[in-house]
């Protein structure tokens, strides 16, 4: 068994504009970051959301096409609530997203319309801190934006992106994910927690039919203990724990 890491987390860099956050499905960036989201559209940062897909097979008592919809308006209104205006769906198929380069195509689209400095995604390894196993969407969408984050900027891969208008964009300077075993970095979450709380509360269907718990209750605790147990590594400060790649 592989010792815990237990190195002090760095602050994420702050040098940057604007930041595009790609994930599988509504609710990923609430249960992640949104937190940290929260700080920088503070600080008047510009922050985009793309969902790869509706989340439309989340609810087992909801068909795919209603839930889908009502997903969809939960997810606008939360990022609302961290002051997250752009929020596109990509239309993949909730539960069966493929990697490949279909998915890497629509997310390379997606950084050359919204040219980031910083992306945002979600785990991509196979396991939660080798305790869970992850699901395949979030692995697929979590490497595909990692690579989407090269494609974007090469000119000779996915030349057709061009002929629609969307020009290479090689301005990304890191990916960020959250929700790694390997964090290496850190956002204060205190100036953002009470919102990404109110945030992920917005999802309520879907906490609904996940738990028997007060919601708000069930989002507090979640949000606040995962918070306090990056501040371990964090100086003591609550916060949210991203593994940087830099480019």
Not at 82 to 91: P, Q, R, S
């Amino acid at each position: 068994m592989t010792e815990p890491n237990t190195t002090e987390l760095q602050p994420l860099p702050d040098d940057w504009q604007r930041a595009l956050a790609v994930v599988a499905h509504p609710d990923d960036l609430e249960y992640g970051c949104s937190a940290a989201v929260a700080a920088w559209t503070d600080a008047g940062r510009e922050v985009a959301y793309v969902l790869a897909t509706s989340g439309e097979a989340g609810i087992d008592t909801l068909d795919p096409a209603t839930c889908g919809r009502l997903r969809e308006r939960e997810q606008r209104a939360s990022a609302a609530v961290v002051g997250v205006t752009a929020v596109e769906f990509l239309g993949h198929r909730d539960g069966v997203i493929e990697y490949g380069p279909a998915l890497r195509r629509d997310i390379a689209a997606a950084i050359r319309r919204h040219r980031p400095e910083l992306v945002i995604t979600l785990n991509h390894r196979d396991t939660w801190g080798g305790v869970a196993w992850n699901t395949p969407d979030h692995v697929a969408v979590g490497r595909a934006t990692l690579d989407a984050a090269s494609d974007a900027g090469n000119r000779w891969i996915f030349p057709e992106l061009a002929e629609q208008g969307l020009q290479s964009w090689n301005g990304v300077r890191w990916v960020a994910v959250a929700g790694s075993s390997r964090p290496t970095h850190a956002v204060d979450a205190r100036p953002g927690l009470e919102r990404a709380v109110y945030s992920l509360l917005e999802h309520r269907t879907y906490i609904e039919a996940l738990t028997d718990q007060d919601p708000e209750a069930y989002a507090r605790a979640f949000l606040t203990s995962n918070a306090e147990a990056t501040g371990e590594r964090f100086g003591g400060t609550p916060a949210v724990a991203f593994e940087l790649f830099s480019r």
